[in-house]
Nanobody, 125 residues
Framework: VQLQASGGGLVEPGGSLRLSCESS????????MGWFRQAPGKEREFLAQ????????QYADSVKGRFTASRDNDAKLVYLQMESLKPEDTAVYFC???????????????????WGQGTLVTVSS
């Protein structure tokens, strides 16, 4: 199984970006997907999870109201729409697949065992 994240780049404070994560997994529609980020010298930080059907989402307090996770199971894609970006949102962003089908991944990186390569988001003027 491979995950390919894309959509990162340089954006000014207050701007928006949409990240995508494409899966090669034929069972994509059975797994909760998570979004995390990692800034230099810091641990991987949970941002959002979206369950296999897309009906349930959970967000970290730091991004709640600004970031929105969604998915297209037919296309095997998961998205992270990011609004009102701040300089402190600068990090490498990762998508991850939960350990097992039909379970929540949770808000810890340990709940995910397949990761994309990451895409860099830089928020700066």
């Amino acid at each position: 199984v491979q995950l390919q994240a894309s959509g990162g780049g340089l954006v000014e404070p207050g701007g928006s970006l949409r990240l995508s994560c494409e899966s090669s997994d034929s069972t994509f529609n059975k797994y909760t997907m998570g979004w995390f980020r990692q800034a230099p010298g810091k641990e991987r930080e949970f941002l959002a999870q979206i369950t296999w059907s897309g009906k349930f989402t959970q967000y970290a307090d730091s991004v709640k109201g600004r970031f929105t996770a969604s998915r297209d199971n037919d296309a095997k894609l998961v998205y992270l729409q990011m609004e009102s970006l701040k300089p402190e949102d600068t990090a490498v962003y990762f998508c991850g697949r939960a350990l097992n089908p039909y379970v929540y991944g949770g808000d810890s990186a340990g709940g995910y065992n397949v990761w994309g390569q990451g895409t860099l988001v830089t928020v700066s003027s």
